[in-house]
């Protein structure tokens, strides 16, 4: 199935661990980003992405990281986790700029959802 | 910093009542879009609309936009219950990634 697939959809981590979540597309798409949400807040946009091997800063980027070694993967690492990264976090992807002309809108996942205790 | 706002933050209707719900958007746009997010889920796609367009359907959606008063405005005709989410505008953040409102969540009752 075509899609965006983030895994995994639940994790409890303790404070200070570290920890990666997964986002995978199968459609060739060369943009992706990383949002949060959380109660009242809508979504945030952590990191994004226009291709492999270049990535950039959004809204709310510190105690993360991102890489992007091909098109189809878009990794986000907790460095050290806190109790504010307590969210849900979701991938979205799209094959032309999002806030361009072009655009046929962004496709997403179905989202973690990350507890830090 | 939030490019879009919507209002109103929360709409209870019943079915059959049109929805309406609005977004207010900072600086000049290329397209605005909407999404709807059930409950638990991810967002999905629903209509885009660019900025030399001032109104645009699909199905029983119709967004409009008014670039001079960086607003839009979202209507769902006929509601159900099926159209029981969140809704979010959205807008292009350098290109390249969008920025999103904090949602109107609408609740339709039989």
């Known amino acids: 199935n075509a899609g965006v697939t983030q895994t995994p959809k639940f994790q409890v981590l303790k404070t200070g661990q570290s920890m990666t979540l997964q986002c995978a597309q199968d459609?060739?798409?060369?943009?992706m980003s990383w949002y949060r949400q959380d109660p009242g807040m809508g979504l945030r946009l952590i990191h994004y992405s226009v291709g492999a091997g270049i990535t950039d800063q959004g809204e709310v980027p510190n105690g993360y990281n991102v890489s992007r070694s091909t098109t189809e993967d878009f990794p986000l690492r907790l460095l050290s986790a806190a109790p504010s990264q307590t969210s849900v976090y979701f991938c979205a992807s799209s094959y032309h700029p999002p806030g361009q002309e072009s655009t046929r809108g962004y496709t997403f996942g179905s989202g973690t959802r990350l507890t830090v205790v | 910093s939030q490019q879009g706002e919507e209002d109103p933050q929360a709409l209870s209707i019943q079915e059959g009542e049109n929805a309406t719900m609005n977004c207010s958007y900072k600086t000049s746009i290329n397209n605005l879009q909407w999404y709807r997010q059930n409950s638990g889920r991810g967002l999905v796609h629903l209509i885009l609309i660019r900025s030399n367009e001032r109104e645009k359907h699909s199905g029983r959606l119709r967004v409009t936009l008014d670039t001079s008063k960086k607003s839009s405005s979202l209507l769902i005709t006929a509601s159900r219950a099926a159209d029981t989410a969140s809704y979010f505008c959205a807008t292009g953040l350098s290109g390249y990634a969008l920025n999103f409102g904090k949602g109107t969540s609408l609740l339709v009752t039989p």
């Open positions: 459609m060739n798409h060369e943009y």
